[in-house]
Nanobody, 120 residues
Framework: QVQLVESGGGLVQPGGSLRLSCAAS??????????MGWYRQAPGKQRELVAT?????TVYNSVKGRFTISRDAAKNTMYLQMNSLKPEDTAVYYC??????????????WGQGTQVTVSS
């Protein structure tokens, strides 16, 4: 079993920045033993994949240029740095993990989600 705990969400003005964190623990050991991803779900919309990090590195990023996914093995934590935020980025953000470290759509384990609201 893998446990994922997100943090770092909140209310930010348009153009601002936030950094989301996803702390992993459990049987998988290092986060580099897994593929990990960030998804988001806006009100009334389906959950969508934002970015994925696998054994190959960052393999998907739907918000390239504004969002960056990264991992810190020493802290066993994944991050999503979000810059130049827009109101349409408002959503609940979820981190995910998959024991298949090459999965481009990791969805075996989920965090509880953290709310990001971009509004003036």
């Amino acid at each position: 079993q893998v446990q994922l705990v997100e943090s770092g969400g909140g209310l930010v003005q348009p153009g601002g920045s936030l950094r989301l964190s996803c702390a992993a623990s459990g049987s998988a050991g290092s986060i580099y033993n897994m593929a990990m991803g960030w998804y988001r779900q806006a009100p009334g919309k389906q959950r969508e994949l934002v970015a994925t990090a696998t054994a190959y590195g960052t393999v998907y990023n739907s918000v390239k240029g504004r969002f960056t996914i990264s991992r810190d093995a020493a802290k066993n934590t994944m991050y999503l740095q979000m810059n130049s935020l827009k109101p349409e980025d408002t959503a609940v953000y979820y981190c995910s993990a998959d024991p298949n470290q090459f999965s481009a759509t990791p969805n075996r384990y989920w965090g509880q989600g953290t709310q990001v609201t971009v509004s003036s």
